[in-house]
């Protein structure tokens, strides 16, 4: 018999084991020490901790309803730890020999022109997004389905809201580190538009 302990990660409910709820709460206070002296080091916990519920969250099923310290082991092995940054280049040691993360397809908000279709499709494809405007421009002159391709592409791609969501549009690994370089980009943009 074991104690559970019921928990909010990322905005979602979940019970989990007090062992691996120990192991959890050391590895998010490592992670809140890691990040201290950044000034956005909120947003990036907070994008970590959604990521990680998104992880748990696939973990669960309808005969399994508690996390245990397998599934925590398991989250912290696929974010990394503060430990695994390292001063090489700003790669972590386990990017260096780890296959690409997760890639999906989505709409980029932070890019779009009018839905983020194209903006989405060349960060997927990695090309320039003018060369697919370009392409959509070329086949609405040329008899207009390049409009109806547009709209079941909006239709259908989700946008991409998440941190996570944009890491996996890139097709990069969504750890820790890659959580980070997201979350400051986002805040020195921010930064430069307000001096603007």
């Not at 890639?103 to 960060?123: E, F, L, T």
Request: glycine content about 8%.
């Amino acid at each position: 018999m074991k104690i559970t302990v019921s928990i909010n990660l990322g905005g979602y409910s979940f019970n989990i084991d007090e062992d691996a709820y120990a192991e959890l709460k050391r590895y998010l206070r490592n992670l809140e020490l890691h990040f201290a002296g950044e000034e956005s080091s909120s947003e990036i916990l907070s994008d970590i901790e959604t990521r990680m519920a998104e992880i748990f969250r696939a973990r669960l099923t309808s005969f399994k309803q508690v996390i245990n310290i397998d599934d925590v082991q398991q989250a912290i092995s696929v974010m990394g730890t503060p430990e695994d940054i390292s001063d090489n280049g700003g790669k972590t040691t386990r990017e260096k020999f780890s296959t690409p993360g997760y890639h999906r397809m989505y709409r980029d908000p932070d890019n779009r022109i009018i839905g983020g279709v194209c903006a989405g499709m060349g960060a997927y494809w990695d090309i320039e997004p003018l060369i697919i405007r370009i392409i959509f421009i070329a086949l609405v002159l040329a008899g207009g389905i390049g409009a109806l391709i547009y709209l079941i592409l909006y239709i259908v791609l989700p946008e991409a809201r998440s941190t996570a969501q944009k890491i996996e549009m890139k097709g990069d690994p969504v750890n820790i580190h890659n959580i980070k370089d997201a979350v400051k980009k986002e805040f020195d943009t921010v930064r430069k538009n307000m001096k603007l």
